[in-house]
């Protein structure tokens, strides 16, 4: 008898295809089990190895004992006449079949309750879709809960891939991710982030391996358009997000995006633990603390350690470096110095990371320089116009050069991207103080306040919005506030020093001073406030003294240019003062025969004073005209603020018009101009100081100022300024 008959006989291929039917079975069973039940990887991989290696020890048994009424014999001990392996053979068939019938229904529940795998056809192409998407935060299915982190960066990784298709609105992550384990339905989600479609799905990961899941959904209907499911090494981790992207691309591209979208890839880095690492640091990045950022610059650095060539790693660390002097203590020369060099290797990588143009935009606009600041962040936007930052960034560039308009225009569209993020809705709230829109800024900052009673920033908000009401008095309680509630950071001692200037109480100013440099004696506002405490005072020698240091380690910084020719003329040196403002003319980029901005009308004003001081008649009218014509066209388009009134009273003084100087001041100060210093230490005034009309107003306001004082005394009777203040450090 051949082989082959000899294993018929013997029911060996029944038996070898009942054992396949059955371990399909298993599998799929155990797979379901396991990934509702959160087992390691591993606990299916046995399971495989164990029904692979069984196998062959079935078929061997199959071939080497039969079944028999009496028992498993072995096969050469049964007599062939009274074998009853053709009966068992037939049992063995209708086993088969009962096992491939139960086979198919399993096939069938699967095929018609899991979300359906639907590629791009021609009835989802002839609706009418809104270009906008959300990603949620992938769901981590991982054992290990810490690695919530991974499934985060995918979900962002993807959003920033789709962020760079040309004509796709893509919601921001930080309100995408507001629904973290949320109960809302996709509906819900979907209006309240006005998107049109959503994508969601999961991560299970162990080791370098990982299952991704990823549907995308129509919101108002619920109709799934594309779904998959990737087991993949996650040395290939990059392959897979570009792969999802562009499925996601394909299913949208009729409807939303036209024939020819296709989505960027961000892959910068095939090496896959310094992508871990840039996640972390992406993660702990958006803790606005001084702890948070110094963890973020840490991963960063390791995440380059391994990969020197990963540009948005540079990106992120010069983010970091730059925030570093913000919220914490890093001297700011040396932020800059660092950020700078971060963002021109990441460009050195990708000339067009956006990540690297918003960084440098951040640091030009922190220098005062914010004609090239305006420069970098479009270019960033060009490549990447949902990039929330850059926007933000861009918006407090606007502002800088008083067109307010625009600003809020801008913060329309952040919002849109990104309605549920706290940091936006703070950037709201500053534009809507800018626009003198108070109320609402109240508003919008006490329900805030209300979401998160322990954040500081709104309190901080509070304190800026009081401030440009004129009213100092109710800025510091909030200032402190913030002080208590976020240790380690400047700007709120800062800002309090400020508003105690106002109020013309040094001894409240010095308090808040020690206050700040305790926290960073060469942080950037601290610096900020020592240089205007020394300016309020008129210590003039000792002001050109530090801001020559700090011009030492930040050459080219705006607003310490200013001092040092402030000092300069009221320490009678016309000459040297004109050399320092034509330089911080010359570092953002002006032109002689170009056209001022908003932002350089008070470097173009000290200009003109001094060259009239130094009879340059000539070039003095040629900037009053390019300045007359800049303020009349800000008074024509933009909103009434102390900052045009007081740029419009400097240039009457210049031209020796007294009536419209007192004009303008006197409505400078009803929009909240409280600096009654500048009267008598900017150079522009000097003319007055001897005059009756001029020498009244001042002491109008210093009749205010010390109105203000006593009201805060009165508010707070238990305020000892021998010892630290309840709230400060």
Same mark, same amino acid.
């Given at each position: ?7 018929? &006989? /013997?029911?060996?291929?029944r038996?070898g295809a @009942? ?5 399909? =079975? ?18 299916? #991989? ?6 692979g290696i069984s ?11 039969e ?6 014999k ?5 007599d062939?006449?009274?074998s ?8 063995l ?8 019938t139960l ?8 095929r018609?309750?899991?979300?359906t ?8 192409? +002839? ?12 769901? !981590? ?6 690695n ?8 962002? +990784? ?11 609105k893509?919601a921001?992550r ?22 049109? %479609? ?22 108002d209907d619920?109709?799934h358009?594309?779904s998959? %499911?990737?087991? $993949? ?12 992207a562009?499925?996601?691309?394909d299913?949208?591209?009729l ?8 989505p960027?890839s961000?892959?910068s880095?095939? !090496? ?6 840039y996640?972390l ?11 948070g ?29 730059i925030f ?8 700011q ?6 950020? $700078? ?5 990441a460009?050195?990588?990708d000339?067009?990371s ?9 640091l ?7 004609? =090239?600041a305006e ?19 861009? &918006?407090?560039t606007?502002?800088?050069?008083l067109r ?8 329309e ?7 549920l ?10 534009q809507?103080?800018a626009?003198?829109r108070?109320?609402?800024?109240e508003?919008?900052i006490?329900? #805030? ?21 004129g009213?100092?008095?109710?800025a ?8 208590r ?12 020093v400020t508003?105690a200037?106002?109020?013309?109480d ?5 308090y ?10 060469d942080g950037?506002w601290?610096l900020?406030a ?7 005072a ?9 801001? !020559?240091?700090?011009l ?5 910084q ?11 003329? !009221?320490?009678g040196?016309p ?6 403002? &034509? ?5 953002n980029?002006?032109?002689?025969e170009? /056209?001022?901005n ?7 004003v ?6 009239d001081?130094?009879?340059d ?10 300045? %007359? ?6 008074? #024509?388009?933009?909103? @009434? ?5 007081y740029a419009? @009273?400097?240039?009457?003084s ?14 400078a100060?009803?929009?909240?101009f &409280? ?13 007055w ?5 001029f020498?009244?107003f ?5 009749k205010?100022?010390? %109105?203000m $004082? ?5 508010n ?11 709230g400060a450090?």
């Amino acid at each position: 008898m051949s082989l082959f008959a000899e294993l018929k &006989r /013997r029911n060996v291929f029944r038996v070898g295809a @009942a054992y396949i039917i059955v371990a399909w =079975l298993v599998m799929q069973v155990s797979d379901v089990v396991i990934n509702n039940i959160g087992a390691p990887d591993w606990v299916f #991989q046995v399971i495989l190895l164990v029904l692979g290696i069984s196998f062959p020890v079935v078929l061997i048994f199959a071939w080497a004992f039969e079944l028999t009424p009496e028992g498993l014999k072995k096969e050469k001990d049964v007599d062939r006449s009274q074998s009853i392996a053709p009966n068992t053979g037939h049992k063995l068939d209708r086993a088969i079949i009962a096992i491939l019938t139960l086979a198919l229904a399993y096939f069938m529940f699967e095929r018609f309750t899991a979300p359906t795998k639907i590629e791009p056809v021609a009835s989802v192409s +002839e609706q009418t879709i809104d270009k906008s998407i959300a990603v949620l935060p992938f769901v !981590n299915m991982s054992a290990d809960k810490d690695n919530e982190y991974f499934s985060d960066g995918l979900s962002e +990784e993807l959003l920033n891939l789709l962020a760079k298709v040309d004509g796709l609105k893509v919601a921001a992550r930080t309100s995408s991710f507001k629904f973290r384990n949320s109960e809302s339905d996709i509906a819900e989600i979907g209006e309240q982030l006005n998107v049109a %479609t959503v994508l969601e799905g999961s991560v299970r990961k162990s080791g370098n391996q990982a299952r991704i899941t990823a549907q995308l959904i129509k919101v108002d209907d619920g109709f799934h358009m594309w779904s998959e %499911t990737y087991d $993949r090494n996650l040395d290939n981790i990059f392959e897979v997000q570009d792969e999802i992207a562009r499925a996601i691309v394909d299913a949208l591209k009729l409807p939303l995006l036209g024939h020819d979208a296709q989505p960027l890839s961000t892959r910068s880095t095939d !090496n896959f633990e310094a992508y871990d690492l840039y996640l972390l640091g992406r993660h702990h990045s958006r803790d606005y603390s001084t702890q948070g950022v110094e963890r973020a610059r840490d991963y960063y650095l390791k995440a380059l350690e391994i990969d020197p060539a990963f540009a948005p790693a540079y990106g992120g660390l010069a983010d970091a470096y730059i925030f570093l002097s913000d919220f914490g203590d890093l001297p700011q020369g040396e932020s800059h110095q660092l950020a $700078r060099a971060a963002a021109e290797k990441a460009l050195s990588i990708d000339p067009d990371s956006p990540e690297a143009h918003a960084a440098i935009g951040l640091l030009l606009n922190d220098l005062g320089h914010n004609r =090239l600041a305006e420069s970098h962040l479009q270019k960033a936007l060009e490549v990447n116009p949902n990039h929330v930052n850059a926007l933000l960034w861009y &918006r407090n560039t606007l502002v800088a050069m008083l067109r307010i308009n625009d600003a809020m225009r801008v913060t329309e569209r952040v919002l849109s991207l990104d309605p549920l993020s706290p940091p936006v809705r703070r950037h709201y709230a500053h534009q809507l103080i800018a626009m003198l829109r108070f109320d609402e800024a109240e508003n919008e900052i006490q329900a #805030q306040i209300a979401a998160n009673p322990d954040d500081a920033q709104p309190y901080e908000l509070w304190g800026d919005l009081f401030r440009e009401k004129g009213l100092p008095q109710n800025a510091i309680p909030m200032y402190r506030n913030a002080h208590r509630l976020r240790p380690g950071d400047i700007y709120m001692a800062a800002r309090s020093v400020t508003s105690a200037l106002e109020m013309n109480d040094t001894k409240l100013a010095g308090y808040w001073l020690n206050q700040a440099q305790n926290r960073g004696i060469d942080g950037q506002w601290t610096l900020i406030a020592a240089n205007q405490a020394l300016y309020a005072a008129g210590d003039f020698d000792g002001l050109l003294s530090r801001v !020559n240091e700090q011009l030492a380690e930040q050459p080219g910084q705006i607003q310490l240019l200013l001092y040092r020719s402030a000092a300069l003329m !009221n320490l009678g040196e016309p000459d040297s003062a004109i050399d320092t403002l &034509r330089q911080a003319q010359n570092v953002n980029g002006y032109e002689a025969e170009g /056209r001022l901005n908003g932002s350089e009308i008070m470097t173009a004003v000290q200009l003109a004073n001094a060259y009239d001081l130094v009879g340059d008649n000539e070039e003095r009218d040629s900037l009053l005209a390019k300045i %007359t014509t800049l303020l009349h066209q800000l008074r #024509q388009s933009e909103p @009434a603020s102390e900052e045009l009134n007081y740029a419009s @009273a400097c240039v009457a003084s210049i031209q020796n018009d007294l009536p419209a100087v007192l004009k303008e001041l006197k409505l400078a100060q009803k929009n909240g101009f &409280r600096a009654h210093w500048q009267l008598i230490r900017n150079p522009v005034f000097k003319r007055w100081q001897n005059n009756a009309e001029f020498t009244a107003f001042y002491q109008g306001m210093i009749k205010a100022a010390e %109105t203000m $004082r006593s009201q805060y005394r009165i508010n707070n009777p238990a305020e000892n300024l021998e010892a630290p203040i309840e709230g400060a450090d």
